[in-house]
């Protein structure tokens, strides 16, 4: 049998999805993105400043979320993406 390994192209990343995501739509990327080596964050998911300044991409809809990301994102000097 073949077996084939696929490169983790998610490691180490933290990916935040907004909620304006479809519930299916979401599902499946969360699925993919931790299938190769990332780390989703949801609405319910974020609890304070330190897990907010370890995202390093944000996916969906500009909600209040993606403002305090950013907020602390130039606070700590780093840089986040916007999808």
């Known amino acids: 049998m073949l077996k084939i390994n696929f490169p983790n192209v998610f490691n180490n990343q933290y990916i935040y ?3 304006s995501l479809p519930i299916d ?3 499946k990327l969360k699925r993919h993105i931790e299938a ?3 780390q989703v964050l949801s609405t ?3 609890r304070n400043d330190k897990q907010l300044a370890c995202i ?3 996916v969906g809809e500009r909600d209040t979320t993606f403002d305090r990301i950013d907020l602390i994102k130039k606070q700590t000097q780093t ?3 916007h999808i």
Request: with cysteine; net charge negative; proline share 0%.
């Open 17 to 19: 999805l907004s909620s």
């Open 36 to 38: 190769y080596g990332g």
């Open 79 to 81: 840089n986040v993406t």
């Open 56 to 58: 390093t991409h944000c």
């Open 44 to 46: 319910k998911d974020i």
């Open 25 to 27: 739509e979401s599902s």
